[in-house]
């Protein structure tokens, strides 16, 4: 059964316990408590697959890890990551934000070029975006595919949202849009790369085979830039050194990442 729906079944269940039975009201609202904390951890939390199922591990991988880059690109750093990449022959997913990918779309012809998987970041990055209903979304996150589709060719089908949250329109618009929705389950969270203590623990991320690592190709701090760097070469050396492969998030979970025939 779909959790969405059975969540706001019971909750209509328990609302109209709450007004036929006025003697029981006080264990109704208990009752109701962890349904609110079940609908905050599905916006909090996209590993609890309530508003939309989103890809997060492959458990049964046994080399491949999917690295993730979020939040470009970015004139001032993207095209050192895509160099340290390229020196240690990983392969990635950069989740793009429209309207930075139309600033900057040689990044993009360089990620393709040198074999890396283009994914959607939403047009923005917008803190509100998550207030968005199920139209605006669909616009949204539609106008943001329609660039970057001019810039490599082809409409991505893989989208991230913002700040990793959810709500209850995400997933009827990903489904408009014949989008799949990917998570993560390894992340320093540093705040895109805005929280130097965080930063400093990249190297130290526990990646396993399986794990979709969260890393961010942008640079909102420049004094940051030397760090991300480091600590970026250090992860990867530790991966390198397991005989891990990261590889791009359609060959991690046999998904599709691009759509073809609809490309200009």
């Known amino acids: 059964m779909n959790p969405l729906l059975f969540w ?27 349904y609110v904390a079940v609908f905050v951890w599905g916006i909090v939390d996209l590993r609890s697959n309530f508003f939309v199922r989103a890809y997060i591990h492959n458990k049964g991988e046994s080399f491949a890890v999917g690295l993730t880059f979020d939040d470009g690109p970015d004139e001032n750093i993207t095209a050192d990551i895509l160099d340290l990449l390229k020196r240690f022959g990983f392969r990635a997913t950069f ?40 139209n605006a ?15 490599i060719g082809a409409k991505p089908l ?33 705040a895109g790369n805005r929280r130097l203590g965080n930063i400093r623990r990249i190297s130290s991320l526990a990646v396993k085979p399986g794990d979709v690592v969260l890393l961010h190709d942008s640079l909102p701090v420049a004094a940051h830039k030397a760090e991300i760097l ?5 992860l990867f050396s530790r991966m390198r050194d397991a005989k891990m492969v990261p590889v791009g998030i359609n060959d991690l979970f046999d998904i599709t990442a691009y759509k073809v025939d609809n490309a200009r």
């Open 137 to 151: 979304m669909v616009r949204d996150i539609a106008a943001a595919q329609a660039i970057v589709r001019d810039i």
């Open 8 to 34: 706001f079944g019971s909750l209509a269940g328990l609302a109209a316990a709450f007004v036929l039975l006025p003697e029981v009201r006080w264990i109704v609202a208990i009752l109701a408590v962890p």
């Open 230 to 234: 480091a600590q970026m070469e250090l």
């Open 95 to 134: 989740f793009v934000v429209g309207v930075k990918a139309r600033a900057n779309p040689q990044l993009l012809k360089r990620m393709i070029a040198d074999g890396h998987v283009v994914a959607c970041h939403d047009l923005t990055h917008s803190l509100l975006s998550n207030f968005r209903l199920g």
């Open 158 to 190: 893989l989208y991230r949202p913002p700040v990793g949250m959810a709500n209850p329109h995400l997933g009827p618009a990903l489904a408009r849009l014949g989008m799949k929705c990917v998570g993560w389950n390894r992340s320093a969270r540093d």
